[in-house]
């Protein structure tokens, strides 16, 4: 068959093209040809990089995007490649990141056959992503693209995906079909003011609180409303808590940043943060789980208000006495401009928040530092977070996996500037995302040092990648803490289930050695009083750089976790 002029495949490389996209990640495969034809065909500067597994495909375009404001784009082929992308998109989706998963399939005449790979591709993602379709018609391409778009980038974020059959590829198109939306091509696209009239009830509530809280989500940073959230907390002088993913919605260093509230990296100090507030207004964040101590705190009895851009996400686990739907960054930039016309009304006791997030800070570091200092065998992961808030340069960028390090790197690692500078996948919290989110995050932001950080379960789900970042002579820097167990389900066994462990330890490998086979520069460190030496090795090596460090396991450790700590 001869390659017509202009085909699916070329119509769907040029709609990518014009929709701003500049990097795709993904993996080959028998169906997807005519498409990699295409991009080796055509001149349209998209940086294509092949993965070794389709699920780092996803998790690379995950945190891309995170960095970026762009959509991350990851394809696969059909059968299995379609199964394996599906975790990083349904990642994506619940963290709000815009996120395009493109999938070819079997072709069309060939469905319901047992053609090999064949698999319902539409009714596997439909409940997963924010849209999905698949195509039956070449002359749905462009329309099925421009869909996808509007929906990633518009709204809540979240994720789509297109599956592709081998033939659809191959059909002449039109090529004056091929336009795009100008705009799509970022989050958020557009953006929402909430109602004045709720805007006005809640700068009114806000000043005539004597204890206002600000709890901030991944919707802050996703808007870009530090700035803003800077400006209403100080009017205010409310201490700002975050989610785990809210972290960088203020500087870790700004004087009203309390830190990290929730079961995943909250502390008591914290916690009591939260149990003096007389007010607190969540803003971009669903008020999960995690985030409230299972809906304990803040206590049924606080009244709530609430901004964010998904108006379902309001009152679903709180009652909200003032809800506000719409962008985070115009919301509090108009509850800013409402606060200060009022805020002459402040109650003459109104509490200093300054000084409440200052002691937060305090009490927090009276008992961080001698964790962080101490000499034990096995090394304690906590003075590997002090070292590098201590070494990495401003700007920097961690990416830590949902294990070992998140409790940790939550409650300790502090960034000095707002944005994103801390991602870790806690939407569903699966393993292998960090070394794969890194190499997204250095690709995506080339001029930031990048930190991988991840335990020995995490790199054994993902160390093909290594071969991928030597390929392309990434700088990442990865640290494994190795303890030789999976030691979240350890931990939970150990206080919820009398010790009985099961299950959950294997053999120790040694990583460096590992990471020297594919060609990074590698150290093992088992003495703590070596590991500020290594570290800045490794951070100074001009190319990728592991260290395997041999870490505390974490039903021993102090670990940040409250059903733990008591």
Known sequence: MTTPDFNGADALIRMLQLNGVQHIFGLCGDT?????????????????ILTRDERSAAYMADAYARVTGRVGVCEGPSGGGATYLLPGLVEANESSVAVLGITSDVSVGARGKFPLT??????????????????????????????AFRAMTTGRPGAAHIALPYDVQKHAIDPAEVWAQPGHDHFPAYRSVPDPAAVDDAAARLVAARSPVLVCGGGVVIAGASAQLAELATLLNAPVCTTV????????????????VGTNGGLPTTRAVLE???LVLFIGARAGSTTTEHWQMPSRRTPILH???DAATIGTNYRTDVAMVGDARLGLQALSDAVALRIGQRPADAVDGQAIAARARAQKQAYFAPLASSLD??????RVVDLLNR??????????????PCPYFSAYFNAPQAGRHFITNRAHGALGYSMAAGVGAAIGRPNAVVVSVMGDGSF????????TIVRRGIPLKMIVFSNAVYGWIKASQKTGYGERYFSVDFNRTDHARVAEAFGVKAWRVEDPAQLEAVLKAALMHDGPALVDVISQELQDSAVPVSHWMG
């Open 32 to 48: 997807s040809l005519p498409y990699y034809d295409a991009l080796a065909r055509l001149d349209h500067g998209m940086d294509h």
């Open 118 to 147: 064949d698999l319902d591709q539409q009714a596997l993602y439909k409940p997963l992503t924010k849209w999905n379709t698949r195509i039956d018609r070449v002359d749905q391409i462009p329309h099925a693209v421009r869909s």
């Open 245 to 260: 993913s809210g972290q960088g919605s203020l500087a870790d260093t700004h004087a009203l940043n309390a830190g990290v």
């Open 276 to 278: 003096q507030a007389d």
């Open 307 to 309: 901004l964010d851009v």
């Open 377 to 382: 065998r096995p090394i304690k992961p906590e």
């Open 391 to 404: 070494l990495l340069p401003a700007q920097a960028i961690v990416v830590a996996d949902p294990g070992t």
């Open 460 to 467: 054994g789900f993902t160390c093909g990648e290594l071969e």
